[in-house]
């Protein structure tokens, strides 16, 4: 489950998926009904590139410190 380490997500246009979740379709039971979402995303605009994260990389989770490395090390 990804909710300990995340809050939202979101969706926009252009973004490159860097990390995905699911959010349920309104009036969807729990077993059906999911669509993409994004995580974390990047955007290249004017030559630079954007990150959107709503993963918590203050967290103390072991999953997100090893995102967090990850992340970094692609950026760089």
């Known amino acids: 489950m990804i909710t300990?380490?995340?809050?939202?997500?979101?969706?926009?246009?252009?973004?490159?998926?860097?990390?995905t979740a699911a959010n349920q379709v309104p009036g969807?039971?729990?077993?059906?009904?999911?669509?993409p979402a994004l995580a974390c995303g990047a955007k290249e605009y004017e030559g630079k590139?954007?990150?959107i994260c709503q993963v918590d990389l203050r967290c103390e989770n072991p999953?997100?410190?090893r995102f967090?490395?990850?992340?970094?090390?692609?950026?760089?």
């Open 4 to 19: 300990p380490i995340i809050d939202c997500t979101f969706s926009a246009d252009g973004f490159e998926s860097i990390l």
């Open 28 to 35: 969807s039971d729990w077993l059906g009904g999911w669509r």
């Open 49 to 51: 590139k954007y990150v």
């Open 63 to 65: 999953v997100a410190k």
């Open 68 to 76: 967090k490395k990850a992340i970094y090390e692609k950026l760089s």
